[in-house]
């Protein structure tokens, strides 16, 4: 579903280096407690170039190169939110989109985690610590209806708000068996002239705030219903 992130001029510090950046080591855990299922929390939209942002790769996702920076959980309004790792909360109901509400945490190693489209203002104050899997939140609808499109967005970034990575090597979880239920292996945008490129969920590209567009393809499938938007 629509992050809306790129809306959110959020942040103007320069990028972070890799060098002070942690690396991907399954150090986070999933945002809900408990086993994915029907009545409980989903894997829907996966990170990158999904082919819901090449759809709105020029507009919505245009000022994040194209693809859509998080990973999207389907839940019903209301379900708990925890924090994916420990950290100190940095923003609530920062300028980062993903309405109604967000609260973005920082954790070690120039990472910050933002959980979009909450159901309400969260009760934590920045420069609260929280721990892992603490509750943060509950989950609402990026249309505010609770019908229309419940879910959570969740990007892992560099504390400069500036990168956007895979969150899945960051998180420990069976991403195999999650992505049985959701649109991870079907869900990607093809270049017909590199059919290969970013069409599994771990082979995602990090999109960096404002950069060029990452999939302006001459040989799009399928192609973008009404053109390019």
């Known amino acids: 579903m629509l992050a809306l992130t790129s809306l959110a001029a959020a942040h103007s510090a320069p990028a972070l280096p890799d060098s002070a950046i942690a690396r991907p080591d399954r150090q986070f855990g999933l945002p809900f407690a408990g086993a ?112 229309s499109a419940p879910h959570l967005h969740l990007e892992l970034r560099d504390r400069a708000h500036q990168r956007f990575f895979n969150p899945l090597p960051y998180i420990a979880a069976d991403w195999d068996s999650l992505a049985l239920s959701g649109s991870f292996s079907r869900g990607y945008e093809y270049d017909l002239s590199a059919p290969r490129r970013w069409q599994t969920p771990d082979a995602q590209p990090e999109a960096r705030r404002g950069a060029a567009l990452l999939n302006d393809f001459q040989r799009p499938w399928p192609p973008a219903a009404g053109g390019a938007r």
Do not use: K, M
């Not at 999207?72 to 109604?100: L, N, Q």
């Not at 934590?124 to 505010?144: K, N």
């Open 36 to 147: 994915p299922g029907p009545d409980t929390w989903l894997l829907g939209q996966g990170y990158g170039n999904t082919t819901g942002a090449y759809r709105q790769r020029r507009s919505t996702y245009g000022n994040l190169q194209g693809i859509h920076a998080g990973l999207d959980f389907s839940a019903p309004c209301g379900t708990p939110v925890r924090a994916i790792g420990d950290g100190v909360v940095a923003e609530v109901d920062g300028p980062h989109g993903s309405p109604p509400h967000n609260v973005v945490i920082d954790h070690a190693g120039n990472l910050s985690s933002l959980y979009g489209h909450l159901l309400r203002r969260s009760e934590l104050r920045p420069g609260t610590r929280v721990t892992r899997g603490q509750v943060i939140g509950l989950s609402g609808d990026s249309q505010g209806t609770c019908i």
